[in-house]
């Protein structure tokens, strides 16, 4: 979408924390291109903010339930729960006020206002506004504040094909229109949130019409060796969590260089790990020497762009992760993949306490159900299913192809002219699409 209005001579700010980085710049910049800071909220707007969503939190059984669920994955980053100004402002405040979204959106249009994004509109005067969503990342606010005020078009273009069941709890704030991934986001924003019909316009994934129309394979011998790995064997990729959300990966790395050293796969393999964003390998010093001559890896900070990740998505063998959207896009370039749906070597008493509760969640069900990765509970699916596509890779590509069907759209590739389009008539005051 970007690429599309830079093209055709758009003026375009792009407002990010990264516009003072030089690489940045140099990818995105050009003529009638514009950067300016993101400036960090106050503590007090981001207070408002929160006691707003706790006091618009929506009831409902379903959000409740992925609300339980993500609280078990985000409680290792919280502090201990303790009475709070919040909730001593929720408690003050009239049931009458506390539930009205009136109320808080004239709050927020008062408090979320400063002189810094004063000057920012008075300077560029926008046509139309693009976020990344419509108040789940908090800076996106004062934006959606501003949108309504001065009644400008906003876009969120949200990039999780869950966000409707997982990330948004409380009331959407009024005026945002979405340029959808599906129909099933459609109706989950309309029955869940109640957001207009609309206001929800399905376009399909920008984010993956690279991988669908644009991208063209490196040459498998020299992307593989750039990598430190052995073009003549298979690749497993393995997709590394965090520990503070997943910190069971020394173990699935260990089953799966266990089965490999031990050669238990049809074809001699290697295993490339790529650690997520802050995953340090240094923890796993140990499993990497001791395995060494089987394993490679890289970290996300230093291979970040869309033709590398592609590249090596399609090139591997087969991809393994644990509840990702990476193995969404190994689908995109016809890669078959396993979830890990257990925890290691640790057996948890309490269900609860395991991370195969996020497989609870409706997405997770729904992907399942088209057949295009396989869920494996234990190390011996988790063996039998990388051992099963080394052996024959076209295995579940009718699902694989039924998963990206289901996730985006027409999966055409035009998913950018679409937002593109809906942003002109929007401008335009025309039919959005």
């Known amino acids: 979408t970007f690429k599309l209005f830079k093209a055709q001579g758009c003026r375009l700010v792009i407002i990010s924390p990264f516009g003072g980085d030089p690489d940045f710049r140099s990818e995105f910049g050009g003529k009638n291109v514009f950067f300016a800071n993101l400036e960090k909220l106050s503590r007090f707007q981001a207070s408002l903010m929160f006691i707003r969503n706790k006091a618009l939190q929506i009831k409902n059984p379903e959000l409740e339930e992925a609300d339980r669920i993500h609280g078990f994955i985000t409680r290792r980053y919280r502090k201990e729960s303790?009475?709070?100004?919040?909730?001593?402002?929720?408690?003050?405040?009239?049931?009458?006020?506390?539930?009205s979204s009136k109320f808080w959106d004239s709050l927020e249009g008062i408090f979320l206002k400063n002189r810094y994004y004063s000057k920012l509109f008075r300077d560029y005067q926008p046509s139309a506004m693009v976020l990344a969503s419509a108040g789940v990342e908090g800076?996106?606010?004062?934006?959606?504040?501003?949108g309504n005020s001065l009644k400008i078009p906003v876009i969120a273009m949200d990039s999780n094909i869950d966000v409707f069941t997982f990330r948004y709890f409380s009331k959407i704030r009024p005026g945002v229109i979405f340029a959808l991934f599906n129909e099933t986001q459609k109706e989950e924003a309309h029955a869940l949130q109640g957001v207009p019909y609309e206001r929800l316009i399905v376009t399909g994934a920008a984010r993956y019409d690279f991988s669908l129309r644009e991208f063209k394979p490196a040459p498998r011998e020299d992307f593989l060796k750039s990598l430190g790995l052995d073009p003549s064997k298979k690749v497993i990729t393995f997709g590394a969590k965090i520990p503070v959300m997943y910190p069971h990966s020394g173990d699935i790395m260990k089953i799966i260089l266990s089965a490999i050293s031990g050669k238990k796969f049809s074809a001699a393999s290697q295993l490339f790990i790529r650690f997520d964003p802050g995953h340090d390998p240094?923890?796993?010093?140990?499993?990497?020497?001791?395995?060494?001559?089987?394993v490679a890896w890289e970290r996300a900070e230093s291979a970040s762009d869309r033709e590398h990740i592609a590249n090596l998505l399609y090139w591997s063998d087969v991809v393994v992760s644990i509840g990702s959207t990476f193995n969404v896009e190994a689908a995109l370039?016809?890669?078959?993949?396993?979830?890990?749906?257990?925890?290691?070597?640790?057996?948890?008493?309490?269900?609860?306490?395991?991370?195969?509760i996020i497989y609870e969640l409706d997405l997770f069900k729904r992907l399942k159900d088209t057949d295009g990765i396989?869920?494996?509970?234990?190390?011996?699916?988790?063996?039998?299913?990388?051992?099963?596509?080394l052996k024959n890779p076209d295995l579940d590509e009718t699902g694989r192809k039924k998963l990206v069907k289901d996730i985006s759209y027409l999966a055409d590739g035009y998913a950018g002219e679409r937002v593109a389009r809906l942003i002109i008539n929007l401008i335009k005051n025309e039919p959005r699409l």
């Open 82 to 99: 303790r009475l709070s100004f919040s909730d001593l402002a929720l408690f003050l405040l009239p049931g009458f006020l506390k539930r």
């Open 139 to 146: 800076n996106d606010v004062p934006f959606i504040v501003y």
């Open 282 to 294: 240094k923890l796993y010093e140990d499993i990497l020497n001791e395995y060494k001559g089987f």
């Open 333 to 356: 370039v016809g890669t078959p993949s396993v979830f890990i749906c257990f925890d290691g070597f640790q057996n948890y008493e309490n269900p609860n306490d395991s991370y195969r």
């Open 374 to 389: 396989v869920y494996a509970y234990n190390a011996e699916e988790t063996i039998k299913a990388i051992g099963d596509y």
